[in-house]
């Protein structure tokens, strides 16, 4: 169970401050908590709330309500597969039927070595590339299910590397101090300094 | 048909995610030329354009950021990139093919609308997205091209990336805005929430979704009578339609609006090349899941907004999924059912409960449990849902959500109905457990 | 008009009608009438004030509409043609068209009502609710009888306990989000919320963080089906069973409730929606109160002190009961030796505020015209002065919180002390935007809301007030204590932009002379736009000071001077010169200078600043008498005669809140035993002391007040029955009656001892739950008070090197005592905090009362 790390605390300070509300952070804080510890623990969620100034209970209520964050661990690898419209009529429940005979789970728990979990989710926005899953929200198309038991194996193996779970882009958005424009709240009521002049009441 | 494209147009170059490249392929011009000009006159070429929303609803984007009350700041832009409508697969494109042309298209937007502060809201599943808008981001601001006294003029605005975390009704632009906010995306009701006058935070917010933001470089570096000059009367311009299922090239592809045929994107070769296997067309989800189906007498209507919705249905959010003569279309119903039960955000009754209960009463047809009466009785709750079962919808609820999941229940049982009777009468059906899929 | 046009139109000539007074509001049309409304309304309760009562779940008045339970659906037409829409979130526009009734209204408001059935459980003979549940009513008047709904139903674990009074049980939750926004909305304590989503949303808590708000017991009432129940009302009665009366709760606010009984006995109290003063809220405090009126403990017969084998003695040393004769005898015997022996001023009464006005008149008369001791006072050096609690200019709740006000917090945490008045003013400040400025030692409850909050150290309030009302001679151009320049600053221009001020002034701590706060209530009392609350936290506090239970105070604010001879012509005496106020009592009694001491709901062992006087005072005393509905510390140790006073629901009479405002108090169930009403003693001890008051009945004393008091001219016996929200003090002042008079400054106190910089001041402060009798008796909330502990910040806590849970002793000059530390960064630097009257840590051994301030030391042990 875990608070913000040092480190992240860093990074949630530089996050709170581009927000005109605090509590606007609560999900990319969330996120930043999820990518730490692999799922969003409790202390966490209380640490939040300090930050974003909201009581753990706030914080709980948003964070229950996103399919995204788990409240408890999960397999390394959380495999997605796509059960939208798209991806059923191409075959997904098959493939889902199949993921769970090989793996021997059902949708929602995990691998007895702890390492691979699947769920059957919502449209992933790849339905063109039907069907289609995502392991650790990293996409892979038109998979067969041969191709799931490579995928698997090569998870397993290490031959397939992908992020573990909770630590989405590598990428963080940096907005330099001496470029950021400053959130908007600042400075509220004053037209921006491009606008040319009061507006008509029209 | 060839057409410009315009918000495609750099999808066959690898290299325009990066700033060079995009730069190189006339990125930011549109800005730059938007900066010489007042924030007026951008807002006219928009308007000129006559550019419809690409988020579903299709409200003209000119007109809309017209709607700011005067002088109330801060005012912001919020940038709908939670893409998750079923079938729909094109913002994620946009933005992981061509992050700076939605980063450009964001600016110029705030330029003319005075707006203060640019949320990029980006759906959290989508890593990769979210990976290329930051590294966009992070060169922008360091050429100079987003935050502080952009390209040396006194135009400054922060663009901050914000990730979703799963939520398909965070979508809707009011929840979308409490979602920002930092609550559960549940829905205001408009009035009084009509974002353009009380949004974030109760300021004025324009909410736009992220293709309608990828045209406007284009509109304001051509002109919007150039754009205007494109598409149909009621529908200018090109537009991006994905087309999935039971097609032989499944893809996405932008054609010029209002003219093309349903028939030309899915039968076509340059598009979706017709039925797989040689296939007879069984019909078609139009413009997402919420959409009412088409069938084969509609494939010669043009995907053009007012036939469409004259036709009883809507090109929505621009996604087309094609069902072949197998398709089980109890299942096919089912499975758009599902979904919105699952993503009701729980806020209104009819919808919490009512689209549960369809659910789960199509889910007790499939399994052999289902009696006679749940034909009227689906019809019934759909009803208190959406009284009238017609669309667009009437609804009992806040937002559109729950009266979607009638669309599928709808054209299927006035289609299809015999197809549930089977289910209800017939033994032999293949029967899968309630809850396995 | 002229005269001219008067003379004209009598001869005929014609002239323009006089246009017609506009009628108020727009027209809008319901059910194919027309009616007007103030734009604006909301037409759910626009349409329920023209009769068609439009069902809703989620919806109400007092909370954010928010749409969600969709029952209120109707067909509105606002000029695009009918259409459905939710009435709670339209507000009336001109034109409108309602149909409340249609075909379309009812088939969506049908199917809103079997939708939220189809989870709900079928439980209603074993629920809570059953018989007063909107859910249960509208199925049965419009719902579709059979459900159609043949899948499981929702299932969640049966009912949680949320907070330690209230249980959460969310299958029969239907999802209103009343409970919640409550929470949030008003009580500002969001600790339940919606989890989950869709069809799994749920209330609850976040893990092992209970909703422990001092308010949790009103979404028990506000939840309009059985999913909260409150754990002192649970399976106890069937609503039908219920009869009902309603009243005013004894609180400072005056709280408006119904009680409700069943065969006797008290079964719970729900907040009245009184526009004027507590909104339908009630602090759990009080609502769950009803538990000590029904406690096993009540007194209910007469004690005397015996030897022990059931026989009274004067000097056994056990309570033995005995009858009402007997112990009254008692008690005159020991008021005639008094008289005899030393004079009336031998006798003196300290309490009354539990008592309703009339008894706390019929005190005051049997005291001041029946006895002649002026010795009486209702507080215990914990409060202010009543002379100038009387003489404050008030103003009401509703001018305080109105927008464009500006409100002093000059007192103890109204969150801690006086519930609803503390949501009142969240209201005020979050909603319309009233500004609060603090000034007070530590942060409270409404800090957070404030647009100034200033930690003043105790003893520099006077000069801060002075400095920040441009009082003579006061400048701002140096620090006060730890108050800045910049601050003082920025509070002077806030208090002289302010168009219109309210000071709350009670005590913001027991460590301090209440000089000091006076002082500071001088400063404001000069302002011409200022007008006062008080902050005292005693229940009927200020009607005992109205009634003149405080020292050269006679009945209305009016005073020996003022009104002596008045009163002399009416009850007969009043004594010649004032008399002592509790300290001084107390410190005449522990010099044998009192004879007989009568403990008028009063527990000075507890409640007085210094124990050890209290206890000396006790055991010189004579006679001490308590008359209490239980028997409390001081009457267990020192009372030779106790006598059983009927409690709040038993008795009749009225009561005056904090704005002055008079409300009925009504009986609903008879006292325990002989337990008797406290006027009824106070005339039956004069009919013995032969100066028959003539009172048989509370409405003679009511009468009585309003024929004698220069305020309460038109507050008689029936007109307090009439006005069930109260008739404001003053009325009409009488010109044929003394008039009031304005209080003399007390004299400036000494300036605190400078401060040194290894001593912390001391605030002895007040929590919602402590040790108080009552709260002591009510099983559902007497584990509440949490073990004392000295709080101090953060930065002090390091600066001693010492963290949560430490032990540390106290010394002040007088005494020292040990206990745990808990850092709490609410108090201000330089300063330790101790809440009075909590489980194992009793500071006021190191309060000196005469000085202005008290410091302490802390030292780790
Ligand atoms: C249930 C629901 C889901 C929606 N999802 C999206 C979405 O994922 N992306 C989007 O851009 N618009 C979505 N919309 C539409 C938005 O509410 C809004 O109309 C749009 O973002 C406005 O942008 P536009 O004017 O540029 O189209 C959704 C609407 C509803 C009712
Ligand atoms: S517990 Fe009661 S008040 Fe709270 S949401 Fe449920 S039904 Fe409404
Ligand atoms: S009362 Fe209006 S929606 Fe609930």
Known sequence: ?202 | MAVEKIVTRRFDNLKAHELDEYVATGGYEGLRRALSMSPSEVHDEVRTASLLGRGGAGFPAGVKWGFCPPNVWPRYLVVNGDESEPGTYKDRQLLERDPHQVIEGCLITCYAVGLTQCFLYVRGEMAHAQERIAKALNEAYAAGYVGKNILGSDFSVDVVLHWGAGAYIVGEETALIESLEGNRGMPRLKPPFFPAAVGLYGQPTIVNNVETMANIPWIVERGGDAFAAMGAENSKGTRVFAVSGHVNNPGVYEVEFGTTTFRDIIMGDEYAGGMRDGKALKGFVPGGASAPWFFEEHLDLPLEKVAVDQAGSMLGSGAIVVMDEDTDMVKACHNLVRFFARESCGKCTPCREGTTWLERILSRIIAGQGRPSDLSLLMEVSENISPGIAWPPRQTTICPLGPSAVSPIASALERFRNEFEDYITLSDRRVIPVGAA | MSIDATESDAEGVEVAEPEPEPEPGVPFTVNGVEYRAEPGRNLIDACEDVGAYIPRFCYHPRMKPVGMCRMCLVEVDTGRGMGLQPSCMLTVSEGMVVDTESEVTKKAQDGVLELLLINHPLDCPVCDKGGECPLQDQTMSYGPGESRFVEEKRHYEKPIPISDTVYLDRERCILCDRCTRFAKEVAGDPLIHFMDRGNQTQVNTFPDDPFSSYFSGNTVQICPVGALTAKPYRFKARPWDLNEIETTYPNPMGDRVTIQSSRNEVLRYLGVDSDAVNWSWLADRDRFSFEATMHDERLTTPLVRGDGLGNASADGDELVATSWSAALARVVEALEDANNNAGPSSVAVIGGARLTNEAQYAWARLAKGVIGTDNVDAQLADGLPGDVVASLPRTTIADACAPGGTVVLLSGDPKEELGTLYLRLRHACVEDGVKLIELTPNETGLTRYASQSIRVRPGDIGAVAAAITGAEGANLDKAIGAVTVKELEALAAAVSGSDRITVIAGRTSMADHAALTVEAINAFAALDNTAFLPGLRRGNINGAIDMGLSPELLPGRTSLGAAGAWYREHWGQVPGQAGLDTTGILGAAATGRIAVLFLLGADPLTDFPDPELARQALDRADVVIAIDPFINASAAAAADVVLPAAAFGEVDGSHTNLEGRISPIRQKVTPPGTARPDWMIAAELAMRLGKDMGFVSVEEIADEIAAVSPLHAEADAAAIDAAPDGLVMPLTEDPSRPTRFAWSDLGAPDEPASYDSYSYRLVVDRTMYDMGTQTAHCQSIDQLAADGVVRINSHEASRLGIGGGARVRLSSKRASVECNVSVDDRIARGTAAVAHNHPGLDVRSLIEMGDPVTDVRIETV
């Open chain 1, 1 to 202: 169970m875990s608070r913000l790390s040092e480190a992240n605390l860093r990074i949630a300070h530089d996050i709170l401050s581009r927000y005109p509300k605090k509590k606007s952070a609560t999900i990319p804080l969330l996120h930043l908590a999820q990518e730490q510890d692999g799922y969003v623990t409790d202390d966490a969620m209380e640490h939040i709330a300090e930050l974003v100034e909201v009581t753990p209970a706030e914080v709980l209520g948003t964070c229950s309500f996103y399919e995204m964050f788990k409240r408890a661990p999960v397999g390394d690898y959380r495999i997605n597969i796509c059960h939208g419209i798209a991806c059923h009529l191409l075959g997904a429940d098959d493939l889902i039927h199949h993921a769970e005979e090989t793996l021997g789970v059902r949708q929602g728990t995990v691998t007895d070595d702890g390492k691979i979990s699947i769920e059957g989710v919502e449209c992933i926005a790849a339905c063109t590339e039907a069907p289609c899953l995502q392991v650790n929200y990293r996409y892979m198309n038109n998979v067969s299910n041969e191709g799931f038991d490579v995928l698997v194996k090569g998870l397993r193996d290490g031959t397939v590397s992908v992020p573990k779970h909770g630590t989405l882009a590598l990428t963080r958005q940096q907005i330099p101090e001496d470029k950021a424009a400053g959130n908007a709240w600042v400075e509220p009521d004053d037209a921006p300094a491009w606008w040319p002049e009061p507006e008509g009441d029209a």
